[in-house]
């Protein structure tokens, strides 16, 4: 099978996922790792690849049963449901992956959803068990999108002594040692400097050049969309328990989709 380009689809995907699928192998091989729906990052390439969001502009009313969203919470049921399933359930995915067993690194999966900064750490875990490719997320209807951070700092309104946090915020982003540290330290983490991404993000090897070149045009080209989040934390879990019974095969995507919205948007009201 020829290796993705930059201008695949999430249709090229999922026939690449349902190809790849080997349900003949003890342990399955999955064509897609599959989705973690309480993390909604994870599937927010595909839905802004559609032209959805979770909310509306001023974070006040869930939208995710319009058309853009029904779209992505159906082709995450196919994924599921669909013969032959390409990707675990989120229950079953739960289990396979507990301890320390992950299922791209051990070729369970032949295809995952990798953040930039977790290549290097993916790669010692394979040990050239296999060889590996990247390439950006798939384009949909609106374009591709690269989820750019959901971690962040920041300094708090009221804060003791603002001037002391920021110049320690300036430390972290411009300091080369403390951008080598947070680079290394435990899976890999993302950085913010252009120069210490290339550096300490960007693997040795066959995927140097290729990743380097995604890097640089993430950010020269402005591919990076920030996660919408609202003031609701309980919308992940929300998420989860409908999309649950998503997976399962018990309800629609648009009865998943407006399942969600009446919960978020009855807990939006209630919280004020």
């Not at 049963?65 to 992505?72: H, K, L, Q, R, Y």
């Not at 090897?205 to 290729?210: Q, R, T, V």
Request: with cysteine; proline share 6%.
């Amino acid at each position: 099978m020829a290796l993705p380009t930059s201008s695949w689809t999430w249709d090229d995907m999922y026939k690449a996922a349902v190809a790849l699928t080997n349900a003949g192998t003890n342990p399955k091989v999955w064509g897609w790792i599959g989705w973690n729906p309480s993390w909604v990052t994870a599937e927010w390439p595909l839905l802004k690849s559609n032209g959805g969001m979770f909310f509306n502009q001023d974070l006040t009313q869930c939208i995710l049963n319009n058309e853009a969203g029904v779209a992505t919470l159906d082709y995450m049921r196919k994924t599921w449901v669909d013969k032959p399933q390409v990707s675990p359930t989120p229950a079953a995915k739960n289990q396979l992956q507990s301890g320390t067993t992950q299922l791209f690194e051990s070729g369970f999966a032949a295809i995952d959803a990798i953040l930039s900064p977790n290549v290097i750490s993916s790669l010692k875990l394979i040990n050239n068990k296999f060889e590996m490719d990247i390439e950006v997320f798939p384009t949909g209807p609106k374009g591709y999108f690269i989820r750019g951070g959901g971690s962040e700092m920041s300094i708090p309104v009221g804060a003791k002594m603002p001037d002391m946090a920021w110049e320690m915020l300036r430390f972290l982003i411009g300091d080369e040692q403390a951008n080598k540290l947070v680079a290394d330290w435990m899976d890999g983490n993302p950085l913010l400097r252009l120069d210490y991404i290339l550096k300490y993000n960007v693997p040795a090897g066959p995927l140097h050049d290729k990743m380097s070149t995604i890097m640089t045009d993430f950010f020269n080209q402005n591919h990076g969309t920030t996660v919408q989040y609202s003031r609701l934390g309980t919308f992940g879990d929300i998420c989860a328990s409908n999309m649950d019974k998503l997976a399962a095969g018990q309800v629609t995507a648009k009865q998943c989709a407006d399942a969600i919205v009446a919960d978020a948007n009855k807990q939006l009201q209630q919280t004020g």
